[in-house]
């Protein structure tokens, strides 16, 4: 059996974003991690592999600094590495690298491919199942419990306050959810071994079956009219007054804002 789970290097939040003058991220500027619902969707491939002994391949698509997250996951217990890299690629929306990703995967023998449910510097939730549309496979989101059973998956799919059970036979996509698992931490001895390992490098002219117009910036029918980082809320106003005094003034407050 052979799995491929699609991850993505993303800017790790807490230390603030950087844009472009084009709008577009900055990443080459910003601390990064792997994206949580990928994270998750691995640990899941890794699982299989424990009861399967599946082969498990990571692919990422971004600036060749990409090649830290392979690393990670391939540290984690995943077997091969493809990094996904090109100057024409950059700027993609989420069409554009979902056509990249299909372009790429169509070079690799799979029995599934997982996905996270969305990118945390997007939280759109739009390119995992644009793969599977490019691939013409089934897909089931959201998934919160995977099994194997036979040449078939199982999966519980997260429904507002209930799930679904889906069955579908293989090949086919899957998109996780980070509450699907707890991801292990990368091991001393997997970490040596990561980087012991060769990981496969592919540009725009290993892609299959995609047109130049649908790739990166160019190729993104989404346009961004502005972007900032998140705004920073002031000290606020601060009074010293007693306590019948300052329930007055609250509920002053209140009716000024028409609250009450």
């Known amino acids: 059996m052979k799995i491929v789970v699609c991850i993505k290097q993303v800017p790790d939040t807490k230390g603030g974003v950087v844009f472009n003058p084009d709008g577009t991220l900055n990443r080459g500027a910003m601390l990064t991690i792997m994206n949580p619902d990928d994270k998750a969707g691995l640990e899941a ?45 950059g700027g993609a929306d989420t069409w554009a690298t979902s056509t990249t990703i299909a372009g790429a995967l169509r070079n690799i023998d799979y029995d599934l491919i997982i996905t996270g449910r969305q990118a945390i510097d997007g939280d ?33 799919r997260q429904y507002e306050d209930r ?12 998109t996780a959810l980070s509450e699907l698992n707890e991801p292990r ?15 496969t490098v592919w540009g725009r002219a290993d892609l299959k079956d995609v047109d130049d117009a649908n790739l990166g910036l160019k190729g993104s029918p989404t346009k961004i009219a502005r972007a900032s980082d998140k ?9 010293t007054l007693d306590p019948a005094e300052a329930a007055a ?3 002053d407050k209140f009716k000024e804002k028409h609250i009450i």
């Open 163 to 174: 799930y679904h059970v889906l069955k579908a036979q293989m090949p086919c996509l899957i």
């Open 249 to 251: 003034y609250i509920v």
């Open 124 to 156: 759109t939730a739009q390119v995992g199942p644009q793969i599977a549309e490019h691939l013409d496979l089934p897909v089931i989101s959201y998934a919160q419990n995977i099994k194997i059973e036979g040449n078939s998956v199982i999966v519980e």
């Open 231 to 239: 705004v920073r809320k002031g000290a606020g106003e601060k009074v």
């Open 45 to 89: 491939a890794l699982r299989i592999k424990e009861e399967t002994g599946a082969e498990v391949t990571v692919l990422t698509m971004g600036l060749p600094k990409a090649e830290e997250v392979l690393r990670e996951a391939m540290a984690m217990g995943a077997d091969k590495g493809i990094l996904v890299t090109d100057r024409v690629l």
């Open 185 to 199: 931490y990368m091991t001393p001895g997997g970490i040596n071994e990561a980087f012991e390992k060769e990981i």
